[in-house]
């Protein structure tokens, strides 16, 4: 199915796990590092210097672009080294996440009480991805190099439904099958 | 035997060569075992998983473009002929250079961190895990692994009870692997040392995964454990990406030493399904 982002509360609830979806539209990087950033901000009253209302977060970190390319090679992050920091992001306004791997059973909980989603992108797959990134501005923590915090506009990215509004985890249900 | 002097600034270009190749070109045995593994899966999400895979390493090879975004650490492996005699500024200091080249001129992602607890970007990815062995001959084979973290942190070592044995070695590589779960980005690679010491166990593991894909180690003993861990994991149903299927490891390579007889050391080491290396002899 084609999502145009930012996403909404509805349109998040008929995703269900192991939905194939092509998002475009404007999303932000943000990563181990800068989640911390935004948590330290936060701590000390500031503002985080994105508002995540029904922002989707790519945890990625690219590799510069070639001479003449829009974007390097990106792809997504292990989801669960952010996992401490989903409940603050969903409490920002976030609506959706998109990483690899595993996450702890809590984060499931969370999708469901916040109305979020999790997605998944294929690990190891970043070539291919670059050309689906067609504008980057570095918004926050410029410091941070490849970790900083970049709006990037996606064209027709390709991700999987990982957890849903309900809470159901895609792994969950489709490991046990292949078992034996 | 005369000494072969080797001026240690001939390895900056070779390195250099070797992170950018690693980096944007999955060699031919790690294609071949994708085509393979994507035969055999069952699952169709996992099916279109590898095949993605197998269409973003001919583009990456193609483009010469990182096939991964995770660059990794760069580890590089120098075989050292004992008759070989250097000259130059300091070997290490060269391997870096090579490295900083590299990863600059490959447009390549720089994700080594000064400090592990101040964590502050080296931002030219140096400096390398270097490991250096001295062998017989006066050749110098060099090899860049480039390590990525989401599998390079799913490793783990145990020293088991001398008695655990063969089947204790099974159990261990197993429940890590459960554990791990798509962490590691399977389809991946299981590289296991056993016996050693700590050190020399996780070095092991870590080797192991530049032998080919499909080569057994030559002792049937542990050309055999390795089926059987291959098999045992191919049946945990984890999958391509971790979402479920017949392919979770594309081999298990597994290498020994000997070891004191209070111990039974077993290192896991996975790469995952960006298996990067590039070798060359100076």
């Known amino acids: 199915m084609e999502l145009t982002l930012p996403l909404t509360k509805e349109q998040v609830k008929i995703l269900k796990v192991g939905d194939v979806a092509y998002l ?16 330290e901000a936060l701590e000390r009253g500031e503002k985080s210097p994105v508002d995540w209302q029904d922002q989707l977060v790519y945890y990625a970190g690219p590799c510069p672009a070639k001479p003449g390319k829009v974007f390097g090679s990106n792809g997504p992050t292990t989801a669960a080294r952010m996992d401490p920091f989903v409940e603050m992001m969903f409490q920002q306004g976030m609506i959706a996440m998109l990483g690899k791997g595993d996450r702890a059973e809590y984060v499931a909980d969370l999708c469901k009480q916040y109305g979020g989603v999790s997605f998944l992108g294929i690990g190891g797959a970043s070539a291919i991805n670059a050309d689906r990134v067609k504008s980057v501005e570095i918004v926050a923590y410029g410091e941070l190099g490849t970790e900083s915090i970049k709006k990037l506009y996606f064209d027709r990215y390709r991700v999987i439904v990982g957890i849903d509004t309900e809470g159901n985890v895609l792994q969950q249900q489709e490991v046990p099958k292949y078992k034996r | 035997m005369m000494s072969r002097i080797l001026n240690t600034e001939v390895v900056v270009p070779v390195i250099e060569r070797l992170v950018k190749k690693a980096c944007c070109e999955l060699n031919d045995n790690v294609m071949e075992a994708f085509r393979s593994a994507c035969e055999q899966e069952e699952s169709v999400l996992g099916k279109e998983t590898i095949q993605i895979l197998i269409e973003n390493g001919e583009y990456a090879k193609r483009e010469q473009m990182a096939c991964c975004h995770d660059t990794g650490a760069a580890v590089v492996i120098m075989e050292i002929g004992q008759n070989v005699a250097w000259e130059g500024k300091p070997l290490k200091e060269q391997v870096n250079e090579g490295v900083r080249q ?67 070695v099974k159990d261990f590589v197993l429940e890590v692997v459960k554990r791990v779960g798509g962490n590691p980005c399977p389809p991946y690679i299981i590289g296991i040392g056993v016996g050693g010491t700590m050190d020399k166990c996780a070095v092991m593991a870590k080797k192991a995964l530049i032998r080919p894909i499909g080569k057994r180690n030559a002792k049937p003993l542990y050309a055999e454990l390795e089926k059987e861990i291959l098999d045992a994991v191919n049946n945990t149903g984890i999958g391509p990406l971790g979402m479920g299927g017949r392919i979770t490891a594309l081999d298990v390579h597994i290498d020994y030493y000997p070891c004191h007889i209070t111990a039974l050391p077993v290192a896991v080491n996975f790469q995952c399904n960006a298996a990067r290396q590039a070798t060359e002899t100076i």
């Open chain 2, 102 to 168: 590299g990863y600059e001129k490959g447009n390549l992602r720089k994700s080594m961190v000064a400090d592990p607890l101040e964590r502050v970007n080296t931002n030219d990815n140096t400096p390398a895990i270097l490991h250096t062995e001295i062998v017989e001959g006066d050749t110098v084979t060099i090899t860049v692994m480039p390590k990525g973290g989401g599998s390079e942190n799913m490793g783990a070592f145990k020293t088991l009870l001398p008695g655990q044995g063969i089947q204790g």
């Open chain 1, 24 to 39: 475009t539209g404007y999303v932000y990087t943000c990563r181990d590092a800068a989640h911390k950033k935004i948590q």
